[in-house]
């Protein structure tokens, strides 16, 4: 089953809003193997609305709408569906009654008279009881298709897909509907053509799966989706698929997680702990670390040592040290590194300083160079690093480095 | 001038990826005076790329797409419109060689093979040069109509609509065309009823002015609009009506920058520097201050101190202090805050400590109650808050609140 979503409202289309209703929706129809095949954003304009749906209807015969059913004078989803559907609208005495008591229970006073419009609804249409606001969903169908009108208030959306539409859905789709369903393998310090080359051919050992590659300034996610097959058959296919692309990437994949939550596994699993010494990150590498609920049996805390002097004074990095090969060097962020996990008594340590711009770039060391250093146990591993894009691009890469140097250290 | 946008890629309509771009290129269009009159997000299909884009150019003339122009199989876009213009794709040797260039700049060895589809386009089409990432963006125009195609990553969409688009459609529309403008008041620390309730009855001081309450998890930010105004006249509008907001709110608005940038600068201009002492946030204070380029001349640096060792052994918390009021209490915040800055050496400091939860609650201290200290100078100030929500929600919460209190003690 496929269907297409409507949005309807200006402030979309000025760029005010985030259209996170979609993402509600295409998510929760596609656990139910629903395809979500064309989304379509419109003012709050009659004819819009109208070419829209009707367009939408004609092509898969059945639409789901946001927005534009509210009680003022620019919410005319209704009018417009009930125009293409070629019916009046109705006052819905039930309904009214409902929104009355609705706002008496609310201790809103009286309710206004705008709000008796909401209980108009386009003949043959069913309201969709919506506890979480005032207007109603609506479901409306006929032999030329469904359309099926909810609220753009993302919170009222949420309560009405979950308890009204997709329980009306999973009946019409049955449980074993063939359904979607992906997996995401997870991938850092690799680009999107080397990887692309990397897995050249693989398409045929992963079908009947696709892959998608999506990068992001923190890597490559790879995106196995299985379209269309029985839940249990799907599961096999990505678990066949996901095998296949570990065994291809090896360590270069850290699987479906946060890097941060991988590295603290990974150093749980050895009972190990890990401080952090960051200049240029200033706080982001330990704020990755604790994001992460429970990370304080493996995480005590670091410093951020901005200054050179704090290097100095609160990580021990000789002074004659930072003279001779500067703040953002191997040499420095070694001895960072070293001078965090002695201070702090940790297992491992990771240390990241760099010129994250827009100033304080040299010929020697632009903006984006950045140094990098992990230790654990007896073992230390630094890298230079030249990152591309703006301050706060490079800073996210460079925390996203470290994290994934001490991961590699931990598993070699 | 009206135009309209086509999203293209299969993640978007799997609810995986949240769609910014398009919200991005709406504010830059309203910016001068270009109305987005429809959305569409297709997915990685020719047929249905090609329908979008060729309604949208029978409706309007001109459409921008994005997404779908990477190296690999699923980037479908320039071959459709090559199709939708009838025009063969054809290697752009000059692109290619700034491509082969790039790479060896990054230092990222030799060009992978799969970037060289990259260098294709439709006969005809102008490559915009991508400066952040390796797809150029394609200007396509003939009496048909313009198809701009701009790549999907939002960084790289960002970077060419600001150098690229924006400045040739400018020529295009003029610069006395009308426009639509808004100005952005932030608050935080405020509830939205409240705010409403000191600004009710304002409006009419603001016409023709709107104002928007724009709630968020930092503050709520209010949006002054000037819509279908001449430039100068919609800047003189929202100059008035900011300073009547100014008026009205006084430091409960701290002006339209984030707020990391407003307390460094009433810092710098004291000529003071400021440390952070973090439990709960875990860096995050440090990351939001360190976020603002040329941080460096007022903070320092920090402690990351995550674990009560931590406290005593970096920030000189007696032990027997957090034995009696535990490390979320005022006593604790206050000796954090004090510790840091006399190990820092600083003017100013800001400690924060709470329960972010989802464990770690007891009936006395629930999850979301957080305690924090601002100091600077000789004076000092201490408060306990409960926040609501999750624990990524808390502790952007309380790294606002910690800020934000040190910004209110350096007005006092």
Redesign the interface.
């Known amino acids: 089953m496929e269907l297409e979503i409507v949005t309807i409202g200006n402030e979309?289309?000025?760029?005010?809003?985030?259209?996170?209703n979609?993402?509600?929706?295409?998510?929760?129809?596609?656990d139910l193997g629903i395809?979500?095949?064309?989304?379509?954003?419109?003012?709050d304009t009659p004819d819009?609305i109208i070419d829209?749906v009707g367009s939408g209807l004609a092509r898969t015969g059945f639409v789901i709408t946001t927005g534009g059913l509210g009680p003022t004078r620019d919410d005319l989803t209704k009018q417009a569906v009930a125009d293409l559907y070629d019916v009046p609208l109705v006052l819905d005495r039930e309904y009214l009654e409902q929104l009355r008591a609705r706002f008496a229970e609310l201790g809103r006073g009286p309710m206004p008279e705008s709000n008796r419009t909401q209980a108009e609804i386009p003949r043959g249409a069913t309201p969709l009881p919506n506890r979480w606001g005032t207007a109603p969903g609506l479901w409306m169908e006929d032999q030329r298709g469904t359309v099926v009108m909810l609220p753009g208030v993302p919170r009222e959306l949420r309560g009405l897909l979950e308890h009204e539409v997709l329980p009306r859905l999973a009946g019409r789709v049955g449980t074993d509907a063939p359904v979607?369903r992906?997996r995401t393998l997870r991938t850092t310090g690799v680009?999107?053509?080397?990887l692309?080359?990397r897995l050249?051919g693989v398409?045929t050992d992963l079908a009947p799966l696709?892959l998608?590659?999506?990068?992001?300034?923190e890597g490559v996610d790879l995106?196995l989706?299985a379209w269309g097959l029985q839940p249990d058959q799907a599961e096999e296919a990505l678990n066949r698929g996901a095998a296949r692309l570990v065994e291809i990437l090896g360590d270069d994949c850290y699987g479906d997680q946060d890097l941060a939550e991988v590295v603290l596994d990974l150093l749980r699993h050895r009972s190990w702990t890990v401080a952090?010494a960051?200049s240029?990150?200033?706080?982001?590498?330990?704020?990755r670390?604790?994001?992460v609920?429970?990370?304080?049996d493996v995480?005590?805390?670091?410093?951020?040592?901005?200054?050179n002097?704090?290097k100095e004074?609160?990580l021990d990095v000789p002074a004659e040290l930072l003279e001779a090969h500067g703040a953002v060097s191997d040499e420095t962020v070694r001895a960072m590194a070293d001078g965090v996990r002695s201070?702090?008594g940790t297992d491992a340590a990771v240390a990241v300083s760099g010129v994250?711009?827009?100033?304080g770039g040299t010929e020697a060391k632009p903006v984006g160079t950045v140094h990098l250093a992990a230790v654990a146990a007896d073992r230390h591993r630094t890298l230079g690093r030249?990152f591309?894009?703006?301050?706060?691009?490079i800073?996210r890469r460079s925390a996203q480095a470290a994290l994934d140097m001490l991961r590699r250290l931990l598993l070699d």
Request: include cysteine.
């Open positions: 979309l289309l000025l760029g005010y809003t985030l259209d996170t979609s993402t509600t929706l295409a998510t929760g129809l596609a395809r979500v095949s064309r989304r379509t954003t419109v003012p819009a829209a979607n992906s680009s999107e053509s080397a692309a080359d050249a398409e696709t998608a590659f999506l990068p992001d300034l995106r989706t952090v960051e240029c990150t200033g706080g982001l590498v330990g704020t670390l604790t994001e609920a429970g990370a304080s995480f005590p805390g670091g410093v951020i040592a901005y200054a002097r704090i004074q609160m201070r702090f994250a711009g827009p100033g030249r591309p894009g703006g301050r706060a691009e800073r």
